[in-house]
Nanobody, 126 residues
C-alpha cells in the first residue's frame, strides 16, 4: 500500500517561495505518475501539476505556469513542487497523489489517482 507524506508548507508573504516535498513509502515511485493538487476553502480540489514516471512529461495548470515547477527523484522516492512568486490566490491545502494505472502520463483529474497524502497547508499573505 503506497503511502504519501507531504511537507514544506507554511506561511509566506506574497512574492515569496516555498518548496513542497512528497515522500512515498510502500511502493516504488518510478511505477507511478505523480500529481500535486490543491483545495482552497469552499472550492473543489484542483490539479496544480503532474509528472510522468520518468519525469520527461510534465503538466502545469495555467495559473501556475512560469511560477511553479514539478520534479521527481525516483531514487529517493520523492516528488517536489517548487513554488515561486506566490500569490494570495495560491493559498490552499496542497496534496500529493500517485497514479498506478497510467504512470507514463500526466493525469489531471483527481479520480485518476489511486493514493493521496494528508496534505500540507500553504498560506500566502498579501
Amino acid at each position: 500500500q503506497m503511502q504519501l507524506v507531504e511537507s514544506g508548507g507554511g506561511l509566506v508573504q506574497a512574492g515569496g517561495s516555498l518548496r513542497l516535498s512528497c515522500v512515498a513509502s510502500g511502493g516504488t515511485l518510478s511505477s507511478y505518475a505523480m500529481g500535486w493538487f490543491r483545495q482552497a476553502p469552499g472550492k473543489e480540489r484542483e490539479v496544480v501539476a503532474a509528472i510522468g514516471w520518468t519525469g520527461s512529461r510534465v503538466y502545469l495548470t495555467d495559473p501556475v505556469k512560469g511560477r511553479f515547477t514539478i520534479s521527481r527523484d525516483n531514487l529517493k522516492n520523492m516528488v517536489f513542487l517548487q513554488m515561486n512568486s506566490l500569490k494570495p490566490a495560491d493559498t490552499a491545502v496542497y496534496y500529493c497523489a500517485a497514479d498506478a494505472t497510467t504512470p507514463w502520463s500526466t493525469p489531471r483529474t483527481a479520480n485518476e489517482y489511486d493514493y493521496w497524502g494528508q496534505g500540507t497547508q500553504v498560506t500566502v499573505s498579501s
